[in-house]
């Protein structure tokens, strides 16, 4: 499969602390999938992630569900 290059953004809560990750929306309609990958290594490793759980992990942040 060929994908496209993809439109890689960092949530607008991260800071230059250098621990963030970046996402791609790209892929969502026409995969469901949502693309993660380490900022600090762009040319890296990405991990494909379904979008449902992608959105479950993010509604788990919002509520405070993964506080150390």
Do not use: N
Not at 11 to 33: F, K, N, P, R
Not at 47 to 66: D, H, I, T, Y
């Amino acid at each position: 499969m060929t994908i496209p290059p993809l439109a890689w953004f960092k949530s607008s809560y991260s800071t230059d602390g250098g621990q963030c990750v970046e996402v791609a929306a790209d892929l969502i309609a026409s995969h469901g999938m949502v693309p993660v990958r380490d900022s600090k290594i762009q040319s890296g490793p990405v991990l494909a992630l379904p979008a449902s759980s992608f959105s479950a992990f993010v509604a788990e942040v919002k509520v405070g569900g993964f506080s150390a």
